[in-house]
Each structure stands twice: as C-alpha cells, then as structure tokens.
C-alpha cells in the first residue's frame, strides 16, 4: 500500500517588490532632530535658541559640554548649544519645509549606513514661511532625520530587548529611494 504523502513546495524567494506589500517593511520618519551649536558664545547660543523656537514652534533643550576644551574657552557644564526633537505628523511636515530650503537636493554623503541622513541650512530665511528677524540676524542649523520600520520598538523598549535583524534593517539604498519617493527629494546625480 502506497502512501500519498505531499511534498512540501519549496518557498519562493520573496524579490523587492513583494517585500514593499509588507507592512513590516513600510518605512516612515521617525523623528527629526533639529541642532545648533555655538561654542563658549552665549550671546549666539541664546539667538540659536530663539532660531530653533521659531524653526520648530517649541521651546529647544540646551546642550552642555562634557569636557575641558581651554583654546576654545569651554568646560564641563558649560552651555553650548541646543537641540530640539519632533515626532509624528509634525515630523513629516517640517521636513517637508526644510527640503525645500535647500532645493530638495541632498548629496548621497548625506545617508548614512543605518538609513538615517542629515543635512544642514545654512541660512534659515531659505525655508519656505520662515521671515528675517533681525534679532537672531542670518544664522543656519543642522537636520537630522531617523528612519524607522514597524517593529524597531524591541532595540530600545526597557524589558526584553533585542537587536533588529540585518533583512530588517535599513540601508542607504532603502532610505534613497524613500526620500525620493515621500518627499521628491533629488539625491547626487539627479541634481
């Protein structure tokens, strides 16, 4: 008596665009991080301050110095700088304003290999909506945007962590061609 035993299909190789259908495998902005550094300058820290509260529409968080740097008049505990971080869909629509303040043209430098990427503005008046104050007069900021992909929760929850998997991870390819896609940005040669 013959058994009729079905053999197990081999699966096929999923290509890039069955994992696009993936809702695992959707990539969104994670948060935007907005810096400006001054130095031992107080007087152009405090107009940092004053650009980024106008830049993001919140109060930004002063960056202290860790050490002793005599040449340049810095010590520990001494402000330096200020940063401020948005989330959300306020994220996504201040990027949006912000790529276009630099021609939403940004150099494939600009990516790194985890898929995040960064930029700099190098005078805040280039951003559509934001007016001249002569109080702050021309200054620029730096940009730094995280990706992320459902499901990287579990690198830095409190309980339980657990190192994302390198197929899940982001690369410099996957972010490029999100950028171009989300905010019709122009990456290297297509300047």
């Known amino acids: 008596m013959a058994q009729n035993k079905t053999q197990a299909q081999p699966k096929a190789k999923s ?6 259908k993936n809702p695992m495998r959707r990539i969104s902005v994670g948060k935007i991080t907005l810096n400006f ?3 031992a300058n107080q007087a152009l820290l405090e107009k940092g301050i004053k650009l980024i509260k106008m830049v993001s529409g919140k109060e930004p968080l002063k960056t202290n110095s860790t050490k002793r740097i005599p040449t340049w008049n810095i010590r520990p505990g001494l402000p ?6 948005l989330r959300g869909e306020a994220a996504n629509k201040l990027l949006l304003q912000l790529l276009k303040g630099v021609e939403n043209k940004l150099s494939p430098k600009s990516f790194d290999s985890q898929g995040n990427f960064s930029f700099g503005v190098k005078e ?9 104050d002569p109080e702050i007069g021309i200054l620029g900021f730096d940009v730094a945007v995280s990706l992320v992909r459902p499901g990287y929760r579990i690198m830095r929850r409190r309980r339980l962590t657990s190192p994302i998997s390198s197929t899940h991870r982001i690369s410099k390819d996957d972010a490029i061609v999100f950028v171009k896609d989300k905010f019709g940005a122009k990456i290297g040669e297509d300047e």
């Open 124 to 132: 805040y008046i280039d951003v559509p909506g934001l007016r001249y």
């Open 80 to 85: 330096i700088g200020c940063k401020q971080t």
């Open 15 to 20: 290509t890039p665009k069955d994992r696009s």
């Open 37 to 39: 550094c001054a130095g």
